[in-house]
């Protein structure tokens, strides 16, 4: 079965490029299909195919019949295949599809997972009516993530203080989505630095790799607010074995038993676990860390102190600038003729090519440096304690 979904997608890729007398032939023999066969499967195969083949195209035109299958299938008591085909009657571009589907986000009543799903099949055609309610849905909780992701990609006024109004009662990881959707834009990111300096977003929260984001936006009146909040950072390596010299000497003032490994659980948790698996948890932007060589101190350094020094291929950088002036700073995972896949610090993001301006691979890893100069002392040595146990331990009572 999955074979036919992945050859109804293969056929359809196939066609959409070749722009060939089979094009105009293929979708409407798959349209019939659907209005022809009563096989939920058959159905699912066909619409996920579909799906498949037209992922990273915001629009494409309505294949010839496709009215039926619509009617037809929007009482399908299938949900995959009543959410897919609205999903694809949005994308060529139905009224009906994008009517229902506004409605289903906003009602506070409906299921908070199809309401998600709604918002993302409005932000992959870039719903025009999207940027105002998406700021009126940072508000509530359900979908909010959508929405604050979503507010990256349309350059719109009201967005900043949509997002810096709701903060105080974010999550932190919610936090992370919001900080990194102001940081993606220069009208945005103003703002931002305005609310850092109030108190309002407090300074802490800033991480290293947000406060590298906001530079890569290049532009001067904001590296200068970031050096007053910030501090200058540093640009070129200092001697790397007197650095590490420094680190291991602060480690080793901790005694026999420098640190504490429950609070280097934490400290992992604040700084490392949205990039790195380790033990049982952990995000996937950086390698898994469980197996590395943690034991060894020297190895542990290098790593965190100078993560510029080897970048294996895999996790080089680079900053992506669409036209209406997002930047997305990430590693781009893959690509086809359509778009390109970018897995960024917090989020996978697929971007159309048509929208991109400017695609720049960075000599840098997507782990920041700096990232222990955040830290107070006792807090370096609880965190290099916890990683260099074989095991995982419990966070503190
Ligand atoms: C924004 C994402 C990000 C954050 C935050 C981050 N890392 Fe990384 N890290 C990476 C990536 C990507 C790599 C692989 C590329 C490289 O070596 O620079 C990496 C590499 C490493 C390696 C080498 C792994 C190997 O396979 O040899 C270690 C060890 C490491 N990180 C530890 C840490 C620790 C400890 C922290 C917290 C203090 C941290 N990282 C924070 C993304 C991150």
């Known amino acids: 079965m999955i074979a036919l979904a992945r050859f109804v997608s293969l056929l359809a890729v196939g066609c959409a490029l070749a722009g060939s007398a089979t094009a105009a032939d293929a979708l409407p023999k798959l349209t019939q299909m659907l209005v022809e066969s009563s096989d939920a499967q058959v159905q699912m195969d066909v619409l996920r195919g579909l799906s498949e083949a037209l992922k990273g195209r915001r629009t494409a035109p309505m294949p010839a019949g496709w009215e039926a299958v619509e009617a037809k299938l929007a009482d399908s008591a299938n949900g995959e295949v009543r959410t897919l085909t609205q999903t694809l009657s949005l994308t060529f571009g139905s009224p009906r599809a994008r009517t229902a589907l506004r409605a289903t986000a906003a009602d506070t009543k409906a299921e908070a997972g199809a309401r998600r799903t709604a918002l993302e099949s409005l932000l992959a055609i870039r719903d025009d009516g999207l940027p105002k309610l998406l700021q009126a849905l940072v508000g509530d909780p359900a979908v909010r993530v959508v929405a604050i992701r979503g507010l990256a990609a349309f350059d719109d006024g009201g967005t900043p203080a949509a997002i810096l109004g709701a903060y105080g009662r974010l999550t932190p990881a919610e936090r992370r989505d919001a900080l990194n959707a102001l940081a993606s834009r220069v009208a945005f990111a103003k703002p931002l630095l305005a609310a850092v300096a109030a108190q309002q977003v407090p300074k802490a929260e800033l991480t290293a790799d947000l406060v590298r984001q906001l530079r890569g936006l290049k532009d001067e009146g904001l590296r200068q607010e970031l050096t007053k909040l910030w501090g200058v950072m540093r640009e070129t390596s200092p001697d790397m074995e007197a650095e590490i010299a420094r680190m291991k000497k602060v480690y080793w003032a901790g005694g026999s038993t420098p640190g504490d490994a429950p609070r280097g659980r934490v400290v992992f948790n604040k700084v490392c676990s949205q990039c790195h698996r380790l033990f049982d948890t952990g995000g996937n932007v950086g390698p898994d860390i469980t197996g590395a060589n943690r034991g060894d101190l020297d190895y542990l350094l290098q790593n965190i102190l100078f993560p510029n020094a ?88």
């Open 310 to 397: 080897v970048i294996p291929n895999e996790y080089r950088a680079s900053t992506l600038e669409t036209k209406d002036g997002r930047v997305v700073m990430g590693v781009v995972k893959s690509q086809d003729a359509a778009a390109y896949t970018v897995q960024t610090a917090t989020e996978v993001v697929t971007l159309p090519k048509a929208e991109v301006e400017k695609v720049e691979e960075s000599e840098q890893s997507m782990m920041p440096e700096g990232l222990l100069g955040q830290l107070p002392e006792t807090e370096i040595r609880d965190l290099l304690y916890y990683l260099t146990r074989p095991g995982q331990v419990p966070l503190p009572k």
